[in-house]
């Protein structure tokens, strides 16, 4: 199966901030990454796919990048909304589908 | 706009087996556009896969789940259901049902959750 890792595990920011998060996979996954962002007690949501492919609604202050085995999600201008769990998934091989273990942001 | 509900049991005793149904609406699940599956989150931990189905019955499950593991589909009822035999605490976890995009493989529109206790 291929490990997906991700960091920083968990850090602190504040609102306006620019953030970044890094994924990689053991193994090379061409594009095929999405991102998703988990808020507590709900579902997690699609924000990326494609690797940089913004889903439809998501507010374009997020954008993803990368190939291979190192991706990026950025938050431009990080707003309290935000803040939430972050998870990166390859779908490259499967089964399984793995996910990252998650990066959570939270206000500093 | 797809959405998905959960449903089933919160309690399961250890050596028993789980089931889940999740029900489709806003959208056939016979839909060439989706596969569906089933991911699970144990409290305070990531997400684990567990396995989807298409609707014509066509399966795969994650191998650390397969020996346990049988999703299946009523395309009657709109819904596909979870099993997962010989549970134990380690399985207790929110249970959430989601829409694949085929060919993409991604996981689009997810439903809210449902958590299942294994305890006796």
């Known amino acids: 199966a291929i490990r997906m890792t991700q960091s920083p595990s968990s850090f602190s920011a504040s609102t306006g901030d620019r953030v970044t998060i890094t994924c990689r996979a053991s193994?090379?996954?061409?594009?095929?990454l999405a991102w998703y962002q988990q808020k507590p007690g709900k579902a997690p949501k699609l924000l990326i796919y494609?690797?940089?492919t913004l889903q439809s609604g998501v507010p374009s202050r997020f954008s993803g990048s990368g190939s291979g085995t190192d991706f990026t999600l950025t938050i431009s201008c990080l707003q309290s909304e935000d803040f939430a769990t972050y998870y990166c998934?390859?779908?490259?091989?499967?089964?399984?589908?793995?996910f990252g273990p998650g990066t959570k942001v939270d206000i500093k | 706009q797809l959405q998905l509900q959960e449903s089933g049991p919160g309690l399961v005793k250890p050596s028993e087996t789980l089931s889940l149904t999740c029900t489709v609406s806003g959208g056939s699940i016979s839909s060439s556009s989706y596969y569906w599956g089933w991911i699970r989150q144990p409290p305070g931990k990531g997400l684990e896969w567990i396995g989807s189905?298409?609707?014509?019955?066509?399966?795969y499950y994650n191998p650390s789940l397969k020996s346990r593991v049988t999703i299946s589909v009523d395309t009657s009822k709109n819904q596909f259901s979870l099993k997962l035999s010989s549970v134990t605490a380690a399985d207790t976890a929110v249970y959430y049902c989601?829409?694949?995009?085929?060919?993409?493989?991604?996981?689009?529109?997810w439903g809210q959750g449902t958590l299942v206790t294994v305890s006796s």
């Open positions: 193994q090379g996954i061409s594009s095929y």
């Open positions: 989601a829409s694949i995009v085929v060919v993409a493989e991604y996981f689009q529109h």
């Open positions: 189905i298409y609707y014509s019955g066509s399966t």
């Open positions: 998934q390859q779908y490259y091989s499967y089964p399984p589908f793995t």
């Open positions: 494609a690797a940089s």
